[in-house]
Nanobody, 122 residues
Framework: QVQLVESGGGLVQAGGSLRLSCAAS????????MGWYRQAPGKQRELVAT???????NYGDSLKGRFTITRDNAKNTVVLQMNSLKPEDTGVYYCAATQSLMRFVRGQVDYWGQGTQVTVSS
């Protein structure tokens, strides 16, 4: 089992920045890809960003350039730096982990965090 704990959500004005962190614990031997999904009210959960232990990344459509994901393998943490935030970035952001980048992008996630709320005001 793997436990994921997010932190760093909150309220920010449009154009501002937020930094989300996710700390993983437990049996990490099967986990290669970690990252974030988000869900806005009334919408499906969507990919934000993922990163493998080797540093390969994948971002959701139109997010690369504003969002940056990094990972510290020694500490089993991933960080999502979000800049130039827009009201449409509002939602619950979920940390997630799975065996591969491909599985992550396909939504075949093995472990989910409880989520952290991000609200961007206009």
């Amino acid at each position: 089992q793997v436990q994921l704990v997010e932190s760093g959500g909150g309220l920010v004005q449009a154009g501002g920045s937020l930094r989300l962190s996710c700390a993983a614990s437990g049996s990490m031997f099967s986990i290669n890809a970690m990252g974030w999904y988000r869900q806005a009210p009334g919408k499906q959960r969507e990919l934000v960003a993922t990163i493998t232990s080797a540093g390969s990344t994948n971002y959701g459509d139109s997010l690369k350039g504003r969002f940056t994901i990094t990972r510290d393998n020694a500490k089993n943490t991933v960080v999502l730096q979000m800049n130039s935030l827009k009201p449409e970035d509002t939602g619950v952001y979920y940390c997630a982990a799975t065996q591969s980048l491909m599985r992550f992008v396909r939504g075949q996630v093995d472990y989910w965090g409880q989520g952290t709320q991000v609200t961007v005001s206009s």
